[in-house]
């Protein structure tokens, strides 16, 4: 197996969530490496800069992306996330990916997209 994409890592995110409980970010990646059955040197494998792990540092992105979607949010603390009302209702259609073109059906996530491309053009 090799080590899955943000797109990838959102909708598992969400399942785990799911029970409305703040996580913080190491469980979350425990049970997404777990999930995701990756071996010891999937798990520990570094981004070519070598300043991260390349599983948390996607782990990161998915929870970033979800966050803008307003799917889920960050509680008491750093690190730690909480699933929102939106994200218990997109947990129960069991997508396989949630990418950011999935994700612009959201109001939150679209606005945001919108002001990165903004401020790309500027």
């Known amino acids: ?13 969400l399942e785990f969530l799911k029970d ?14 777990d999930h995701f059955e990756l071996s010891e040197e999937e ?10 792990g390349l599983f948390h540092n996607r782990i990161r992105w998915a929870n970033f992306y979800l966050r803008k979607a307003g799917l889920i ?9 909480k699933i929102t009302e939106s994200g218990i209702e997109l947990a ?6 949630i990418d950011t073109d ?6 939150m996530f679209k606005e945001y997209r919108e002001s990165v ?6």
């Open 92 to 97: 129960k259609e069991k997508q396989t990916i």
């Open 102 to 107: 999935f994700l612009m059906r959201y109001p």
């Open 117 to 122: 491309l903004k401020k790309k053009r500027s």
């Open 20 to 33: 409305k409980k703040v996580h913080h970010i190491e469980k979350i990646w425990v049970f997404l490496a």
């Open 73 to 81: 949010e960050s509680a008491r603390g750093t690190g730690k996330s």
């Open 1 to 13: 197996m090799t080590v899955p994409n943000q797109k990838e890592i959102g909708a598992p995110l």
């Open 43 to 52: 798990r520990n494998l570094q981004k070519s800069s070598g300043n991260e």
